[in-house]
């Protein structure tokens, strides 16, 4: 399955009711997405469509294979890979800042890594 876009925006604090197709399968998730302004980087939180959480606090940064999948250290729960991705090529750092996030630099999702 081809990688699907997280429509994130640059708002500091955001929950999205998401539908993707991971590994075949429909699977509904609660993605909550904050600003850490202290730390000066973005943060998701992943939920069960029940409002379960499964992972928390995971830093929304660029990274080199294999490292680039966020979601790496969490293959066993199945709910895909997801990568943060600079889609301008126009930022200086390797992740997003305060108000880069959905414009610079977006969200994919796909499969598990195999």
Not at 21 to 47: C, D, P, Q
Not at 87 to 113: C, I, K, M, Q, R
Request: overall charge negative.
């Amino acid at each position: 399955m081809a990688n699907q876009l997280i429509p994130v925006t640059n708002d500091p604090y955001q929950t999205l009711q998401v539908l993707l197709n991971v590994n075949g399968n429909n699977l509904r998730l609660i993605l909550t997405i904050s600003y850490n302004e202290m730390a000066n980087y973005w943060e998701l939180g992943i939920a069960d469509q029940n409002g379960n959480m499964l992972v928390d606090n995971i830093p929304l940064i660029t990274g080199d294979w294999p490292a680039a999948n966020i979601l790496d250290c969490y293959q066993y729960l199945e709910i895909g890979s997801a990568y943060v991705i600079n889609a301008s090529n126009a930022a200086e750092n390797d992740y997003p800042n305060s108000s880069s996030l959905g414009t610079d630099f977006v969200l994919l999702w796909g499969d598990n890594a195999n």
